[in-house]
């Protein structure tokens, strides 16, 4: 029997979600916000299917003071029927996640599997499942939060290390996981006072109620992106000097590895660390980017020149959205030539790039 093609009709994208709620709901916001992401409508499929609340009518949010409408999808019921009782992605975690990424390859151009630290036995495995499938030349990836995606979201308001020790504190109870309502009315024996639990943190600095019910954090943190994406550097190099760098990063506590670049890439975005130049590579063009100091540094390592254009470099204020290009004229760069430009080192800039119909983001 000749197998069915299921590929998609241009380029697609598939995000393997950890949870059934939280990490499916911002994603489900985040590609439908015209006026942030850059992809196409129906071009990347999340799994398991978002489950946000279809109330019509103004209500007050669990995760903030103000009313707003919520995003009506369909038949809440309908999705939730799709996950009663089943299991989606059997099999030891975290493996089983980048397992099914990999299943799903021959359907999606790029996989996401996107989960937390949170007591998963199988780190390593998973790591070295999806290095290896990615030594293949397929393009799938891991976005990690640890201790949980929660801590991430923390990093929209504020820049803080901390080990956490849960998302949520909690205990079984009758085979059944019940939360501890950290730091509400509800709060029972056991809370703590945000000290160990993320969502206990938040709710005590007043940052959202919620984060594990059917309406999406998306809105409180769509106005925070960069704010994140600069938090989440800071917090990386803060590890490699509190850590160590002989530390597996899926061993770190707290860590962001790469939910930040699938934020950024759903937007548009390439993040760039610059600890290492980077390189742009395209057609004939081959581009080498780098920091000096307070200066970047464009070196063309190409065959031909290449016309830098006078808006190649911009900057705005993460806080604030107030953009500016960097002063110049277009020029050319021969083979073998660099450019430099100043640059502010405020941590309060993103800085972007363009080349081509690529952007990319650094900050210093």
């Known amino acids: 029997m000749r197998r069915e093609n299921t590929r998609q009709v241009g380029y697609s994208i598939l995000l393997i979600c950890e949870g059934t ?60 029927d799709d996950l009663k009782g089943s299991n989606p992605f059997p099999g030891p975690q975290p493996l089983n996640w980048v397992r099914a990424g990999q299943e799903n390859l021959d359907t999606f151009d790029e996989v996401w599997c996107i989960f937390d630290k949170d007591g998963h036995p199988r780190q390593k495995e998973a790591f070295e499942l999806a290095d290896k ?11 990690l939060s640890s201790r949980c995606i929660e801590y991430y979201f923390l990093l929209h308001f504020e820049y803080i290390f901390k080990a956490f020790e849960k998302s949520e504190c909690n205990e079984k109870r009758s085979g059944k996981s019940v ?26 600095r007043k940052y959202w109620k919620e984060s594990k019910k059917t309406e999406s954090l998306y809105k409180l943190l769509s106005d925070k992106l960069f704010v994140a994406f600069r938090n989440s550097k800071k917090l990386r190099r803060e590890s490699e000097t509190v850590v160590g760098s002989d530390t597996a990063f899926y061993e770190r506590n707290p860590y962001i590895y790469n939910t ?100 990319y983001m650094f900050f210093v």
Request: aromatic residues 8%; contains cysteine; proline residues 4%.
């Open 21 to 80: 709620r939280t990490e499916p709901n911002f994603f489900y916001e985040l590609t439908h916000d015209g006026d942030k992401c850059s992809l196409p409508v129906g071009s990347v499929r999340i799994m398991p299917k978002p489950v946000i609340e279809s109330a019509d009518e103004q209500t007050q949010s669990d995760r903030g003071n103000n009313c707003r409408q919520r995003r009506k999808l369909g038949s809440t019921s309908d999705l939730n």
């Open 260 to 359: 930040d670049t699938l934020v950024a890439r759903l937007m548009g975005y390439t993040l760039w660390s610059t600890k290492n130049p980077l390189e742009i590579i395209s057609g004939l063009t081959r581009l080498r980017l780098s920091i000096d100091n307070d200066s970047l540094v464009v070196y063309n390592a190409g065959e031909g020149a290449y016309c830098l254009t006078a808006d190649f470099l911009s900057f705005f204020n993460v806080h604030t959205g107030k953009k500016m290009t960097v002063g110049g004229t277009s020029m050319f760069l021969s083979p073998g030539e660099d450019y430099k430009v100043r640059i502010n080192s405020s941590a309060d800039y993103a800085y972007v790039c363009n080349f081509d119909t690529k952007k």
């Open 133 to 143: 499938i990615k030594a293949e030349g397929k393009n799938l990836n891991i976005a």
């Open 179 to 204: 939360s501890f309502r950290c730091m509400t009315d509800e709060a029972l024996p056991g809370a703590c006072d945000g000290s160990k639990c993320v969502n206990g943190y938040a709710r005590c």
